[in-house]
């Protein structure tokens, strides 16, 4: 029997991703720099939590994540009606897309997190890729091409160049966005890893109703395996991607997991803290390698720019047990970018020694 499907869902292809199942022939052994997740790790309180409750797997979770929702409200300083939650921030991006882009005109910066483009073409949009290193430094350009009654993304900071965009400059494009009856999707999922300054946006949805501002507790507490994001947006936005959600899909470990990790406020201290210190110190030791360009990044992850080719570097740097993200995958990039985690100084100095034989 021949099945029938829509052209855009025949057409779709998955994004490719860091993480240890990326690769073949995993071992346990291998030190993960492809995925962003903060240096601390997950917080011991969540751990902690987690083993108390999993007499509580028996039972289907809150479906409307209530607590969860109750505890991001003081978290974030936002009415529960602006806030809503998902299994990652993945489940709300495609939702999202689902909801309000079909067949909309899309403006995406490239390269930045795959995804976004992924969920707009099953959404069947008209996608208009602009190609930065640094938005800031093409805003006004970037400002002149934002599609009537469409929507932009706008990862800040930037995955995978790691650049930051200023309050300024995001209310800059927020109102001329406006203007023009656009919505703005804005991926703070990196915001709480930058050490040096707060440029979040997310307190702005109770002001602009075509702002969207999407996190990750992911990245932030170390909860990759967990899966929880979370997002803010106008109640008319926050209402109809309700409706839409598929039920139960928070289940109840990560919904404990969140509320205790938002309570841990010394563990983003402590990450940044970590972050900005091992970043300089990679900067400075991977400078020193020839062949090797780091990007200026304000996060907890590095882009650099190499001579040789990213997918042969990969599988050598692999053989010292150490996972580098593979960045030709990315719209806008080639085969000689790698992204790198900032993570402990003894893995560091594991990824350093081995970049170093490898080069």
């Known amino acids: 029997m021949k099945i029938r499907i829509k ?56 479906s409307h994540s209530s607590d969860l929702i109750s505890s991001l409200k003081k978290y974030t300083r936002l009415p529960e009606s602006n806030l809503i939650v998902g299994n990652g921030s993945i489940e709300i991006i495609y939702n999202f897309c689902s909801a309000f882009l079909s ?8 390269p930045t997190f795959g995804e976004y483009e992924a969920a707009a073409k099953l959404a069947d949009c008209k996608i208009t890729f602009f190609k930065t290193m640094n938005l800031a430094e093409n805003l006004d350009s970037f400002i002149s091409q934002i599609p009537a009654n469409g929507c932009i993304f706008v990862c800040n900071p930037n995955n995978p160049t790691g650049t930051i ?12 966005a406006k203007r023009k009856s656009c919505l703005v999707f804005v991926d703070e999922c990196f915001i709480e890893l930058v050490p040096q300054s707060n440029q979040s946006i ?18 932030s507490f170390g909860l990759a395996g967990i899966r929880i994001g979370y997002a803010g947006a106008s109640k008319q936005i926050i209402d109809i991607l309700q409706k839409i959600k598929i039920p139960w899909s928070v289940n109840a470990l990560a919904q404990e997991a969140g509320i205790i990790a938002i309570q841990n406020k010394s563990h983003l201290i402590e990450s940044k803290s ?79 020694e081995a970049l170093e034989l490898e080069a």
């Open 274 to 352: 970590i972050i900005k210190k091992e970043s300089r110190f990679l900067k400075n030791k991977i400078a020193d390698i020839q062949g090797f360009q780091c990007h200026n990044s304000s996060t907890n992850f590095i882009l650099i720019k190499i001579k040789q080719d990213s997918t042969k570097l990969q599988r050598k740097l692999l053989k010292h047990k150490v996972l580098i993200r593979d960045c030709k995958s990315f719209h806008g990039l080639n085969n000689h970018y790698i992204r790198i985690a900032i993570k402990s100084h003894k893995d560091n100095l594991k990824l350093v």
């Open 103 to 110: 067949k909309k005109r899309i403006l995406i910066p490239a």
């Open 7 to 62: 052209r855009n869902i025949a057409k779709h292809n998955p994004v490719a991703h860091g993480g240890r199942f990326s690769v073949d022939n995993l071992d346990s052994s291998i030190v993960d720099f492809s995925s962003n997740i903060s240096p601390a790790g997950m917080p011991t309180s969540v751990k902690s939590i987690l083993k108390r409750r999993l007499d509580q797997m028996e039972y289907y979770p809150d």
């Open 202 to 219: 997310l307190n702005l949805v109770k002001t602009y109703d075509n702002l969207f501002v999407l996190r990750s507790l992911t990245k």
């Open 165 to 176: 965009l200023s309050k300024k400059q995001l209310i800059k494009i927020l109102l001329s």
